[in-house]
């Protein structure tokens, strides 16, 4: 407001000085120093621009005018000319040197703006925590830069476009294959932005501009196009593809990192799995163990709250959990009777063996290897092998203790019967606060007790006929 009242004082001042050199120049001076007149109309030519010459111009020429009719009420048209072109040409340069200025402020603010949201974009990309996300995010990111109102990020399923995230007039095409397949041959073997006709068979897109800028990892490795549209023969300037292939190669480089760390990650977790599966060759008892422990320790973990790398971090530890039983003699391994002292002493060696072997593989994390040392720990300080306590147990080794407990008395052996479930629960009510975390086991056997625990379990083990769940003991 401020502003605008400087501006009026500043415009109302000018015209009083526009006047009082007309009043003076007509009654003291010669009519040539009528000329000087438009120098007082110069800061409202600079404030008004081009638009102000409507009446700045008109302003000058009446005043020219005034001063010719009176008092003589002729008018010298060369007189008049001279005083009057020179100022009128000297407001019209003015006001383009002002417009100049408006378009080059404005251009700097709108460079700023994209530099702005170029940042916030990228944080978001960066920040990301799965290709989902990421994706989203840069949608955001590009819908805020107004570039396009309507936008379609499409991967490419079996050779076919599939939008996986659109907004706009697109937004409905989510999900869904696009109508043409010239999009996989024209655009995603592009370099860089591209203008073409994309969205053919979709009737909305009638006379739509239409753009396409090929997201690409390291190696120009395809992973997708981001389609750009805006109605109307608007063709894309060389700032706007600029920003948008930015955006687009922050996109590609973070999407090609997350995917090559997933599909890493996914070796890994194979080839982990491989490990502790090999065991279960060897020791014909456990078969099945490692596959059911993962999976119940991960749902203990969702219930307890961990996030997705610690739940990780427990897969890998159940999947290797018992791997130091490979240095175990078969002898010993595979008694069928009980275990002398000695022999028990070597047995509870794995742990460590387990531990040691493991601790040379540089891309397992401490959280895992603490799993696979110290799933023998029990609660009140009389496990192995360091005879931790309570809360002195790592959580991920807690809660696999809980797991591998169930999965003991839940599962069929040579020895054994499986137990039956009343049985279980009273079992790990009594291991509570002796070998198991009491509040584990409390989460735990709420999860076994509810319907979806049932059916998991029925899943795993289809062939035992499970009776109903009792509820939770109370007390």
Request: aromatic share 10%; charged share 25%.
């Amino acid at each position: 407001m401020t502003g605008l009242k400087q501006t009026f004082y500043g415009r109302v001042l000018n015209l009083l000085a526009f006047l009082v050199w007309g009043g003076f120049s007509f009654f003291t001076l010669p009519d040539d120093y009528q000329a000087f007149a438009f120098l007082f109309l110069i800061p409202l030519a600079w404030q008004a621009g081009l638009r102000g010459l409507v009446w700045v111009v008109p302003l000058l020429l009446g005043n020219n005018l005034l001063q010719h009719l009176y008092p003589w009420g002729g008018v010298n048209w060369d007189s008049l000319l001279v005083t009057t072109l020179p100022g009128g040409l000297a407001l019209g340069f003015v006001a383009v040197l002002r417009e100049r200025d408006w378009r080059r402020k404005w251009e700097l603010e709108e460079s700023l703006r994209y530099m702005h949201l170029l940042e916030e974009g990228s944080l978001a990309i960066s920040n990301a925590a799965d290709p989902l996300e990421l994706t989203e995010s840069a949608m955001t990111a590009l819908h805020n830069l107004k570039i396009a109102p309507h936008l379609a990020f499409v991967r490419f399923r079996e050779g076919r476009p599939v939008v996986v995230s659109a907004r706009g007039g697109l937004e409905r095409y989510r999900g869904r294959h696009l109508p043409q397949q010239k999009l996989s041959s024209l655009a995603s073997l592009t370099d860089s932005f591209t203008v073409g006709n994309y969205l053919e068979g979709i009737p909305e897109s009638v006379g739509w501009s239409t753009a396409a800028v090929p997201v690409s990892a390291r190696q120009k490795r395809p992973l997708g196009v981001v389609i750009l549209a805006r109605e109307g023969h608007r063709p894309f300037e060389a700032r706007e593809k600029a920003i948008v292939n930015s955006l687009a190669r922050v996109m590609g480089a973070q999407l090609g990192q997350m995917e090559a760390l997933k599909q890493l990650e996914d070796a890994y977790d194979g080839t982990l799995r491989a490990l502790g599966l090999a065991l279960e060759f060897r020791d014909h008892e456990t078969q099945g163990h490692t596959k059911r422990v993962a999976a119940w320790a991960d749902q203990l973990a969702q219930d307890v709250g961990l996030d997705a790398s610690m739940r990780k971090f427990l897969r890998w530890g159940a999947y290797l959990h018992d791997i130091g039983k490979l240095s175990i003699s078969d002898h010993i391994l595979r008694k069928p009777g009980k275990l002398t002292d000695e022999e028990w002493e070597v047995m509870k060696s794995h742990v460590i063996k387990g531990w040691e072997m493991l601790s040379r593989v540089p891309f397992l994390p401490q959280e895992t290897l603490e799993v696979v040392r110290h799933h023998h720990e029990n609660w009140d300080g009389t496990g192995y092998p360091d005879g931790l306590k309570g809360q002195d147990i790592p959580i991920l080794a807690r809660i696999f203790a809980v797991v591998d407990t169930f999965d003991a008395l839940y599962s069929p052996r040579p020895y054994k019967r499986a137990w039956k479930p009343a049985e279980i629960i009273e079992e790990l009510q009594r291991l509570k606060g002796k070998k198991l975390d009491p509040k584990l086991v409390d989460i735990f056997i709420q999860r076994i007790t509810s319907p979806s625990g049932r059916g998991a379990m029925e899943a795993a083990n289809p062939s035992r006929n499970l009776e109903a769940w009792p509820s939770p003991p109370q007390g």
